[in-house]
């Protein structure tokens, strides 16, 4: 998206928000550190294993010590360190150190105690807190740490709650997910997202008439499924040129065919003064969502959408001809580049921009967009825009390459759930949420995750003693589709024979994979290593992210899938049965291996030889 400046018009000033967070009073959370802070000093809980480091370290009492900050009109005990202190302390994975984040726990970071309760940690939703306030949890409801067990007690008491109405469709856009800095993978960017409260995500699917070529990842149902199962709706969308307009168009007949659920086209610059340029490329999308429809890829819920400049009269825009095909407008309301003033008030802007759509025959919904890529713009601010452009409101971009890491802190202290709404004038129609997950008034309940097909090597017509790791990679490629058994037979004995061989190494069992994946047009590909960490494997398997482990199970070594961590126990598909949790040892080949849960300490002990963690042959998929 390009970025513009409006003439200068007079304001008003903004008074200030206050965020939501359960951060003591002149802090945040901060979505790196998983604590609240500010500038200087870092507030607690802290995970058991910090607070040892800290002691270690020589901090003494200030290890332990409390203070009492007001949070949310509650005076609570908190640990206070300094900010270099804490962040030296934290580790560098997902959680805290000494936790890991489990998908049992809401995706927050779960922390096993031994000998005492477990733990779980915030920034917990308002929803968690009011259900925590109900169950008589008291001020601990305004902390940053739960016990496990009431954690899920909130939690069932949640899921009983009946589903009420829509509050919003706030969304987030994507540049791409490769993008440098960026470091996430699809499924790690939707728990990220839907954590937040994020219900709708916009992600580059074309750049004129480069689509699936150049966006292979978006281009897959498994990528729409992951969004979806997290609730939340994924929208495409392309920047278009003038000319080859039926190729352009192709990008939404794509969209429909990989499972999104509307497509919205970026026009800017090159469509200035245009008339006929912009008939032909809507006409031409136009046409490709009734091919969409008539393939039975899309149905009349699937929406299109434009986006383009927040001041179309300068630009030379006529938003009344593109009002005539698509089902909404996305200004791009960008009061961050505009300047200081203009983010001071963003209601008043808001509203210029509105009169302005439908001065030019605009008559369709507005849905706005605001940029925070230069971190400019305050949470407080955001969350004035929010309130004056409505519920269909979304926010360019995810954090990534030229957009600073820092974003997150701001996105992580706006009200994604908010429900009030200050509608200015020539508003009308702009408000109306319709929910295209599962087309009711309701959102749905996140689908359950597939689980892993299990396949036993002692059934392989090759090698049954041998073939742990063809067998393990047979699960994994029929769980993302790129085996069939209904088309290839037995998965293990067809991965044999395609590449006459057991794929015993790490180098092997990936090029097996990547290559199988690449000649089924799956995005998806097999990150294999021999120096993965025992903390990168418990948070993929907390989330139910499979994996592809070696250890030493036997005294030849032993291949398995790894389906689910939850802080005690690892859930395996053991294509050899059931182990006896010796490491070099031995097996009970007459139980089935499906779903076998191992103990943490057995099981990391025998997929790691030097002690510290950090060298285990593990596959990722991503």
């Not at 809401?106 to 929803?127: D, I, K």
């Not at 996305?330 to 008043?348: F, I, K, L, N, R």
């Not at 302005?356 to 008559?363: K, V």
């Not at 949470?379 to 409505?390: H, L, N, R, V, Y």
Request: overall charge negative; some cysteine.
């Amino acid at each position: 998206m390009s970025l513009r400046k409006l003439l200068l018009l007079p304001v008003l000033a903004l008074g200030s928000m206050q965020v939501a967070a359960l951060c003591p009073d002149g802090s945040s959370f901060d979505t790196e550190l998983d604590f609240c802070a500010n500038e200087v000093d870092v507030f607690g809980p802290f995970t058991n294993q910090m607070v040892d480091g800290c002691i270690n370290y020589g901090g003494g009492s200030a290890c332990t010590n409390t203070y009492t900050y007001p949070v949310q009109g509650n005076n609570i005990q908190v640990l206070r360190w300094s900010r270099s202190f804490a962040q030296n302390l934290r580790g560098t994975g997902s959680c805290p150190v000494g936790s890991v984040r489990s998908a049992t726990y809401g995706n927050h970071c779960f922390e096993q105690v031994s000998g005492a309760e477990n733990n779980v940690y915030g920034n917990f939703s308002q929803t968690e807190v009011s259900t925590c306030q109900s169950l008589n949890g008291g001020t601990a409801c305004f902390t940053n740490r739960w016990s496990a067990n009431f954690y899920l007690s909130v939690k069932e008491a949640m899921d009983q709650q009946p589903p009420g109405l829509l509050t919003n469709k706030f969304g987030a856009w994507l540049w791409y997910i490769d993008e440098q800095g960026l470091n996430r993978t699809h499924t790690q960017l939707a728990d990220e997202l839907a954590a937040l409260g994020v219900k709708r995500i916009f992600i580059k699917i074309a750049d004129g008439t480069q689509n699936c070529n150049l966006f292979a990842d978006a281009c897959s149902s498994v990528t729409t499924g992951i969004y979806k199962s997290r609730g939340i709706e994924p929208w495409a969308w392309a920047y278009n040129y003038p000319n080859n307009y039926t190729t352009q168009a192709d990008a939404l007949y794509y969209a429909a065919q990989y499972g999104y659920v509307g497509f919205v086209s970026d026009v800017e610059v090159e469509f200035n003064n245009t008339t006929t340029a912009l008939h032909n490329l809507f006409q031409a999308f136009t046409s490709a969502r009734t091919d969409a429809q008539n393939a039975g890829h899309a149905d009349s819920s699937f929406a299109l959408g434009a986006t383009t400049w927040g001041n179309p009269a300068d630009q030379g825009m006529d938003v009344g001809i593109i009002d005539q095909y698509v089902d909404f407008h996305m200004p791009q309301t960008y009061v961050e580049v505009w300047g200081a003033s203009y983010m001071a008030d963003p209601a008043y802007w808001i509203e210029v921009g509105d009169c302005e759509y439908r001065q030019l025959g605009a008559q369709k919904p507005i849905w706005h967009i605001v940029s925070t890529e230069y971190d400019q713009i305050t949470p407080a601010q955001i969350e004035a825009f929010m309130s004056a452009a409505g519920p269909n409101t979304s926010i360019w971009r995810v954090p990534g390459g030229s957009v600073p890491q820092t974003v997150w802190n701001d996105w992580g202290n706006i009200d994604w759930e908010r429900t009030n709404f200050t509608p200015g004038n020539c508003s009308a129609g702009n408000n109306t949420l319709t929910d295209r997950l599962d087309g009711a008034g309701n959102p749905p309940p996140p689908p359950q995750q597939p689980s892993v097909p299990y396949w036993s090597q002692l059934d392989n017509y090759y090698d049954p003693y041998g073939t742990c790791s063809v067998t393990s990679l047979a699960m994994i490629t029929d769980y993302f589709g790129i085996t069939d058994p209904g088309d290839n037979g037995r998965s293990p004995d067809y991965i044999y024979e395609r590449f006459d061989g057991v794929l015993q190494t790490v180098s092997a069992l990936k090029s097996g994979f990547n290559t199988l994946a690449q000649e089924a047009g799956s995005p998806i590909r097999n990150v294999g290593k021999e120096n993965g960490t025992i903390a990168e494997l418990r948070a993929l398997a907390s989330q139910g992210v499979p994996t592809i482990i070696h250890g030493w199970f036997t005294q030849p070594g032993h291949i398995m899938v790894v389906t689910g961590f939850d802080g005690e126990y690892y859930t395996v598909n053991d294509p050899f049965g059931q182990w006896n949790l010796q490491k070099w040892g031995s097996y009970d080949t007459s139980v089935s291996g499906e779903g076998q849960r191992y103990p943490k300490d057995a099981f990391e002990y025998a997929i790691n030889d030097n002690g510290t963690g950090d060298d285990l042959w593990i596959h990722i998929f991503e």
